[in-house]
Nanobody, 124 residues
Framework: QVQLVESGGGSVQAGGSLRLSCTTS????????MGWFRQGSGKEREGIIV??????APYYADSVKGRFTISQDKNTVYLQMNSLKPEDTAIYYC???????????????????WGQGTQVTVSS
């Protein structure tokens, strides 16, 4: 089992920045793939950043490329969000561990473990 806890969400004006944290615990050695997803009201869950822990470059969705970055310090994974836009408003989730037979890609079905989510609201 892997536990994920997100924090750092909040409200910010357009153009501002936020940093989300995802703290991992449990069988963290089993984490072969991690991702950040978001789900806006009435929308499907969107994979925005996915990283294979084997060392390949992270995947960034076009909607966040150049504005969001992922980093890690020990058992915490960070999502730095800059130049935020109202359309970035969503619940943000971190996810970990690629499901057997699936790729390390930006599809929610590919991941086994999920955090509880943290709300990000960007006002214009």
């Amino acid at each position: 089992q892997v536990q994920l806890v997100e924090s750092g969400g909040g409200s910010v004006q357009a153009g501002g920045s936020l940093r989300l944290s995802c703290t991992t615990s449990g069988y963290t050695y089993s984490i072969n793939c991690m991702g950040w997803f978001r789900q806006g009201s009435g929308k499907e869950r969107e994979g925005i950043i996915v990283v294979y822990t084997g060392g390949s470059a992270p995947y960034y969705a076009d909607s966040v490329k150049g504005r969001f970055t992922i980093s890690q310090d020990k058992n915490t994974v960070y999502l730095q969000m800059n130049s935020l836009k109202p359309e970035d408003t969503a619940i943000y989730y971190c996810a970990a561990v690629r499901r057997g037979g699936y790729s390390c890609g930006p599809a929610a079905a590919n991941f086994i473990y999920w955090g509880q989510g943290t709300q990000v609201t960007v006002s214009s």
